[in-house]
């Protein structure tokens, strides 16, 4: 009596799992035949899929010409893991990786998958670079405040310089949106402010290059006033950056003879400056700068 043999249509889909028993099989040293009769193959399936395997190196179903194929778990898998390791990975980016794995998919697809699970696409933002030396002096800057009373940083007077536009980016006034009116068109001015927790101090416009001569008429013009009109403690501290001319001999010799107190300032800390919320929103919320507004 001859053995019953289970053969598979050949019409049917052979599962993945299945197609990886047939090369591990045929890695081991198998022909065709033997792993027909162990599997309940037909020979020509399991020739196809070696064969496949051999070309292309691997076993899953590739695409069609023409057509794309969906983001199998697998694959979203390999997605969310890439974006998670490195967030500034572009769609285009992580088309091009599925590809090496035989996916095919249209990037606005893996953009809105992404989407689902959480992550979504933002311009990324920029930072100052950091030195080994300027991140210890940050994280030293922030141990030392770390319990500082709330009274001290109400009498903190931050201040900062920006570049505002005079006729800038806003979509608002592109050349399609208005009636042109404006005299002279385009330009932009320097100017330097400051502000502490009672409100905006007073704003000086710079002319010209600003040296340290410049740096203390302001200080005495502008930054002095505003400690009285914001009513700050006569314990009140200056912020300032670390720029030559706000650091120099002459204005550090200005200070100490008006008896202005500053804060230290850790180097390339612009982001720790809370001044730069006030110049995005004099702005309207469009930053000439990537991350300083100023």
Not at 37 to 51: C, E, P, S, Y
Not at 95 to 117: C, F
Not at 275 to 285: A, Q, S
Request: overall charge positive; some cysteine; proline content about 5%.
């Amino acid at each position: 009596m001859l053995k019953e043999q289970h053969i598979l249509p050949q019409s049917k889909e052979i599962q993945e799992q299945m197609r990886n028993k047939i090369v591990d099989m045929y890695q081991s040293g198998k022909g065709y035949k033997a792993i027909s009769k162990a599997l309940g193959l037909q020979q020509t399936t399991v020739r196809a899929i070696i064969q496949k395997w051999q070309k292309h190196g691997t076993v899953e179903n590739l695409p069609r010409s023409g057509q794309m194929t969906k983001i199998t778990p697998r694959a979203q898998r390999r997605l969310i893991q890439e974006v998670t390791k490195d967030p500034t990975t572009t769609s285009k980016e992580l088309q091009a990786s599925l590809v090496s794995v035989k996916v095919s998919v249209n990037d606005s697809s893996i953009r809105k998958r992404l989407g689902k699970n959480g992550l979504h696409g933002r311009v990324p933002r920029r930072k100052p670079l950091l030195s080994k030396k300027n991140i210890k002096a940050r994280l030293s800057f922030a141990r030392k405040h770390l319990d500082d009373p709330q009274d001290f940083w109400k009498n903190a007077l931050w201040t900062d310089e920006t570049k505002v536009e005079l006729f800038g980016s806003n979509t608002t006034f592109q050349k399609k949106n208005i009636i042109p009116t404006v005299k002279y068109g385009g330009g932009s001015v320097m100017v330097r402010g400051c502000f502490a927790a009672s409100g905006p101090g007073r704003l000086a416009v710079i002319n010209g290059t600003m040296k340290s001569a410049v740096y203390q008429k302001i200080l005495k013009e502008n930054v002095r006033p505003s400690f009285h009109d914001l009513k700050l403690k006569r314990t009140w501290v200056l912020q300032q950056d670390n720029d030559p001319k706000h650091t120099s001999k002459s204005t550090s010799e200005w200070l100490k003879k008006n008896k202005m107190k500053t804060l230290e300032w850790p180097s390339q800390s612009p982001d720790l400056n809370p001044i730069e919320m006030l110049w995005h929103d004099l702005k309207g919320g469009s930053c000439s700068k990537s991350l300083q507004c100023g």
